[in-house]
């Protein structure tokens, strides 16, 4: 069970490296029990073998449910058979997106060489989306963003567990 409570990341992709960069960022800051960590696809198998806390949510295929369902607070896209709206979809329940590969860039120009704090301080100010092909800055912008972002949603997107089990059925 994701607890929706604290900030969210959901990962999606087969690359694993942001995740393994994002997990190894929360051990060193001793933030493992301040926010969840969830996989969607392969990347989420892979994950969980070193993190135990981790959270499987679903297969690519699902990843427009699992965004409608308002989970995320953060998605960190790596390359992926993703459906081509995903940007579309989490703009929906405001959940802020984090490109990491030049293969799945979705139109994004490359923000690595620009300053991690400037890029939180745009996501933060309305941007929806953001490429970071460095999964070592991907890292830190998602775990400074994410319960910044967690603050603003305030759960507002979350679905009770009667329309969960509607819309699961």
């Known amino acids: 069970t994701v607890d929706t409570k604290k900030p969210v990341i959901v990962f999606l992709g087969f690359n694993f490296l942001p995740a393994w960069n994002v997990i190894k960022l929360l051990k ?50 790596s390359e992926t058979c993703c459906k081509a709206e995903i940007l579309k979809e989490a703009a929906k329940t405001n959940t802020k997106v984090i490109a990491t590969s030049f293969k799945q860039n979705m139109g994004l120009s490359d923000r690595s060489p620009d300053k991690v704090d400037d890029i939180v301080k745009d996501l933060l100010d309305g941007l929806d989306a953001v490429l970071i092909t460095n999964p070592e800055k991907a890292a830190e912008v998602a775990l400074k963003v994410v319960e910044k972002v967690k603050e603003k949603r305030k759960n507002s997107y979350l679905l009770s567990e009667e329309e969960i089990k509607i819309l699961s059925s």
């Open 28 to 77: 060193e800051k001793g933030m493992e029990d301040r926010i969840e960590i969830c996989g969607i696809g392969s990347v989420g198998h892979d994950f969980v073998r070193f993190y135990d806390k981790g959270k499987i949510l679903a297969t690519p295929l699902k990843t427009n449910r699992v965004l409608r369902l308002g989970i995320a607070d953060i998605l960190v896209i």
